[in-house]
Structure formats: C-alpha cells, structure tokens
C-alpha cells in the first residue's frame, strides 16, 4: 500500500485546530461540481452534479488505522467537493471504526438540497458549508457551478439542514474583491440559515485572487456583526481568518497536503 492515499495532514486550522483530512475523492484531478475563482487546486470545468464512489472504505480503514497522528478532528475535504462521493456515510462509518476524534465536513453546499445528502450531513460532529454569493450571478461569477445548480436551491437546502440538524454548523464565506461589498445581504442569509457560526475567510493560500487586507477584513466583520445584532441574531459567532490562531501541526505526509491544500 502506497502510505497515506486518502488521508493528509494533519495541518494546523484556524477553525479546526489539529486538522486530519480525509479526502473522499482522492483523484490526481479535481472533481467538483464548482469552479471557483480562488480555487487553490486550479482551474477545472465544474463536473456534472453526480455521485461516484473513488475510496473503498477498507482502503481507507487500513490508512486510518497506521496513522497514528492525533489531531481535534478528522476532517473530510480534499481533492474535490466530498459530498460527489456517493458512499459518503461508509466512509464516515469506517473512520469512526478507526479514530475516536470528532468528525467535520467541508462542503461547497451545492447537493445539500439533496435530502439523502442532508441526512448522510448529519451524522458529522461539525458541518462547514460555502457561501460565497449573495445572488445567482455572483455565485455563477465567483463559484462557476455546474449547470443545474442554483442559488435559490442552496439556500433551501441550507435552511432545511439547519432546521433539522443536532450537530454543528458553520458557513464560510470566501471574501474577495467581487463580494466584499455584500456585507448586509450576506448577514441577511445567515439570519436565514441560522448556523452556529459564520467563517469569514479571504483567500491566503496561492491561487489567482488577491486577498482582502486586514483593513478590509475587519470593515467586513463590523458590518456583519452590526447587522446580525440589528437582526437580533447577534449570538451567532462571528470569526475571521486573521482574528484566529491555527496551531502548528507538522504534517506527516507533506507531498499529499500540499496537493490538498496548495501549502502544508
Ligand atoms: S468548491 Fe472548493 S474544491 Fe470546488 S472549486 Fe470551489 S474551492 Fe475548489
């Protein structure tokens, strides 16, 4: 066995702490049914909206089993969106089998108005969904999705999960120049979503958008957090990229994260 296929890390997170990915994918190429601007994998056409299965879940069981790295949680993420891959809640069974730590998910939300993809969802300790537009254009601007993915069934599906849910969740937003003025219109959708946490991010690993500074960052947290508590949803937390510490984690196989994560 080539050690180390499916499992990366674990990397030091700003939201996670001790990070160990476990990449449902794992493709030489990225398979996402989105393109983002800032993708740190490159570019690639969005994939059709359809699930395969890439792990056998004994494959992965034997990786888990000889990585004996600890780390805060077992985080699933990697070379593509994980929920395209249709044995999902297998592969969560089987690294539960192997590692006792706390499970999150790292989705760019576009099947979460699947009602199965909702369900298999639950069963993470810690869900952390995409949200990076305001609107259909710009979530055709900045994300590129397949055809057939649409803002409004996002939204939906967003909103059905968090209604229903036991576990936490969290929604990212990927800030750049092209959204970083929909401060108010995004504080509006988290009050309609309702997660326990919002992630403002901006993108700092390589890739072809520039990042917002910390000057810009910052505006963008007060607005939000104006806005959430003139909303009377101020008990969502609020967090930011720079506003965090990741803890320093070496990563047991580099050469996998890198191509993971664009950085160890
Ligand atoms: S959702 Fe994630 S993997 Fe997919 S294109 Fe966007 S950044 Fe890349």
Redesign the pocket.
């Known amino acids: 066995m080539t050690p180390f296929k499916y499992c990366y890390g674990p990397v030091g997170s700003w939201r996670l702490g001790a990070s160990l990915g476990m990449d449902p994918i794992s493709r030489p190429e990225?398979i996402?049914?989105?393109?983002?601007v800032?993708?740190?994998?490159g570019a690639?056409e969005?994939v059709p909206v359809e699930r395969a299965v890439y792990v056998r879940p004994d494959a992965l069981g034997s990786e888990l089993e000889a990585l004996k790295a600890p780390a805060d949680y077992i985080t699933f993420s990697g070379?593509?969106?994980p929920t395209l891959a249709a044995n999902l809640s297998r592969l969560l069974i089987e690294c539960r089998k192997h590692r006792p730590e706390k499970t999150a998910i790292?989705t760019?939300a576009?099947l979460m108005c699947s009602e199965k993809v909702r369900e298999e969802l639950s069963a993470f300790d810690f869900v952390i969904a995409?949200l990076d537009a305001p609107n259909a254009e710009l979530l055709n601007e900045i994300?590129?999705p397949a055809p057939g993915v649409c803002f409004d069934e996002i939204i939906k599906g967003l909103i059905l999960f968090s209604k229903g849910r036991r576990n936490r969740l969290a929604i990212q937003t990927?800030l750049i120049g092209r959204n970083k003025a929909y401060a108010l219109e995004f504080a509006a959708l988290y009050v309609k979503t309702l997660p326990d946490e919002v992630q403002l991010n901006t993108p700092l690993r390589p890739c072809p958008e520039k990042p917002l500074s910390r000057n810009e960052m910052a505006l963008a947290c007060l607005i939000t957090d104006a806005e959430l508590k003139r909303l009377g949803k101020g008990g969502i937390k609020l967090i930011n990229v720079y506003g965090e510490t990741a803890p320093e984690v070496s990563p047991v196989s580099a050469r996998e994260t890198l191509r993971r994560r664009g950085k160890t």
């Open positions: 990225k996402c049914d989105y393109n983002c800032y993708c740190q994998l690639r969005p070379r593509g969106e790292i760019n576009s995409k994300n590129r990927m």
